[in-house]
């Protein structure tokens, strides 16, 4: 039955039963069916009454638990709608509107109440902001015979991240410090007891104050705070357009080797922060992607993913570099995601290795040649579009540069 059909499978019926009454009545002269006639049309014209009397205007909330779903992960929507109506409303069905970049069933019996509470459930099936609703409630009178379709609410914006997949735990030490936080004490002055402390600084807490190094030395002193540091990382992301399909730079989702490359990237963000690294994620023309990331914040690093939402590829710049031109000096672990490789890209990367005592490359390709890489201190791993990023990671660790074909 068409959409735009207002009467049900019962309505139809009693409509096709009137009109037939009132042509044999005016045939065959039987008054009898006109009267008929005209009780079924009473019947339908109440119905309609009654219907737009009932279900009228209303508002819709929605809310998305997590707020930003990654891709292949699970996410509940609640709806909640209030609904006005004259008259008592009546039971029907719903649906919600779930877009392309969401998966899920979302429909389902409408009770009669004013206030209704929804739920269901969606996967998130591509990166980027896709719009959830309008909700659709369709009810019927009380007799059955005609149906009213009504849109409430407006569609709800859902952000979907890139897949942050588990990686392995980097070769120990990597980096010069390793990714454990080092705690240094600062100890200033040297006494007999070799004590902890300093002077007293205008806006220092009370509570801090050292009373026995104030004694020892007749001065007020306070308790020396230990200073974290946190190694630096640096992933850097290529989106150079020349190096993915060019539908990468036209929306998310839309090359599916940019949208491996991306997951990769907040990926090996999420496993550098876990392991005590503050981490920069640039692009290779050297602009920041994301705010950095400080070392041991796993839920930031997980928030940073939702950052990579609506992120496309870009135009080539006029150095075409792999590197951002402040890599070489880096000392901490360099993690660098890219696309198809030139020749003369394979070459640049070869002869600018960096110094940094972990550096690695992910290569999202059908096929690329990484020889020269390995030779040049790189650990170099090819990751095939939707390839198994955990595995290609796994590769790269390994000792002896190993490189993986899928």
Do not use: K
């Amino acid at each position: 039955m068409s959409r735009l059909w207002p009467f049900t499978l019962r309505g139809t019926g009693a409509l096709v039963l009137a009109v037939t009454s009132f042509v044999v009545a005016r045939q065959a002269g039987i008054p009898e069916l006109m009267y008929f006639g005209t009780l079924l049309v009473a019947l339908l014209a109440g119905s309609a009454v009654v219907l737009l009397l009932t279900r009228g205007a209303g508002e819709v909330t929605r809310a998305v638990s997590p707020d930003v779903p990654e891709v292949g992960a699970r996410a509940e929507v609640v709806v909640r709608a209030g609904l006005r109506s004259a008259l008592p409303a009546s039971a029907g069905r719903w649906s919600d509107v779930v877009p392309a970049g969401l998966a899920g069933r979302a429909r389902g019996s409408f009770p009669a109440a004013a206030a209704v509470e929804l739920r269901y459930d969606v996967v998130g099936a591509a990166r980027g902001i896709h719009s959830l609703g309008p909700l659709e409630v369709t009810t019927t009178d009380p007799f059955g015979v005609l149906r009213r379709r009504l849109r409430l609410g407006r569609p709800t914006p859902v952000t979907v991240a890139p897949a942050v997949i588990d990686l392995a735990a980097l070769p120990s030490a990597s980096g010069e410090a390793g990714g454990t936080r080092q705690t240094a004490a600062l100890q200033l002055g040297q006494g007999a007891d070799n004590l902890v402390a300093r002077p007293y600084a205008p806006g220092d807490s009370m509570r801090r104050i050292h009373w026995r190094a104030t004694a020892h030395r007749d001065m007020l002193m306070v308790r020396q705070e230990e200073q974290e540091s946190s190694p630096a990382a640096t992933v850097v992301l290529d989106r150079a357009v020349s190096r993915w399909s060019p539908a990468a730079a036209l929306a998310p989702a839309s090359d599916p080797a940019f949208e491996t490359a991306v997951s990769a990237c907040v990926s090996v963000l999420a496993r550098l922060v876990h392991e005590g690294y503050t981490v920069d994620v640039v692009d290779s023309d050297g602009t920041l992607l994301v705010d950095p990331v400080e070392g041991g914040d796993d839920v930031e690093a997980r928030a940073a993913a939702a950052m990579f939402a609506t992120l496309t590829a870009r135009p080539d710049d006029e150095s075409r570099r792999v590197l951002p031109a402040s890599a070489a000096a880096l000392l901490g672990p360099l993690v660098v995601v890219t696309g198809s490789l030139t020749p003369d890209d394979r070459a640049g990367l070869g002869s600018t290795a960096p110094r940094s005592s972990l550096a690695v490359l992910l290569a999202v390709a059908e096929h690329t040649e990484l020889d020269a890489l390995w030779h040049a201190g790189w650990r170099a791993s090819t990751l095939r579009p939707r390839g198994d990023i955990a595995e290609s990671w796994d590769a790269a660790m390994e000792q002896g540069y190993a490189r993986v074909d899928r």
